[in-house]
């Protein structure tokens, strides 16, 4: 079965641009914070992650979901009319500094090809898409906004076989939903301790 869980937040952080950017581009610090996730690991792949989370059914059975995540980030600048430029690689790093209005952070899933899955272990590989936008605003504050899907799929148990599989479909998108945005919640909030706060926008 297919389940996709989605969750969005809006947070302002009480920390300067450049020192929120550099520290939320570290996805083994911030998904340090997340319950559910048991470790990350860069792959021998560049940019190319391995998130280990792990997780109980309504049973209280444990399985464990993989994930290949590449991360790429693009810097956001906003040109004024009298600068002119085709080719963004012949901007100059005093120009790109100048006008720099924010910092764009995307995960997508990467795909591999050796086996990932192994349900008689529970174990599953689920993919995860992401964007992470991050804007100065006054009084040495960051703006970060944060949209993450995920998608896995996983063998039911027997006893959930009995429920149509539209129902059933529908009741997992949502639990997983409520518990990616409760954990994602909890993983921001739990940044705090190292800014001064953060709130919600």
């Not at 952080?13 to 520290?23: I, K, S, W």
Request: proline residues 5%.
């Amino acid at each position: 079965m297919e389940a996709t869980g989605i969750s969005r937040g809006d947070w302002i952080f009480h920390g300067e641009f450049n020192r929120t950017a550099a520290y939320l581009s570290d996805q083994k610090k911030i998904l340090g914070f997340n319950p559910f996730c048991h470790s990350v690991e860069l792959t021998n792949i560049e940019n190319v992650y391995k998130w280990l989370f792990r997780v109980t059914d309504p049973q209280n059975n444990p399985f464990d979901v993989i994930f290949f995540v590449e991360q790429s980030e693009e810097l956001l600048v906003e040109l004024p009319d009298h600068i002119e430029c085709s080719d963004p690689e012949d901007l100059s790093e005093e120009i790109i500094s100048l006008y720099t209005v924010g910092k764009k952070l995307h995960w997508k899933h990467h795909p591999v090809t050796s086996q990932v899955e192994d349900p008689s272990k529970y174990l599953f590989e689920g993919k995860a898409f992401a964007d992470m936008y991050m804007h100065p605003v006054e009084g040495n504050k960051t703006r970060v906004q944060f949209d993450l899907k995920i998608d896995v799929r996983f063998t039911l148990y027997p006893a959930f076989r009995i429920v149509p599989e539209k129902i059933l479909h529908a009741m997992t998108n949502a639990g997983m939903s409520m518990i990616m945005q409760t954990s994602t919640n909890k993983m921001f909030h739990s940044i705090t301790k190292d800014f001064d706060n953060v709130t919600c926008a």
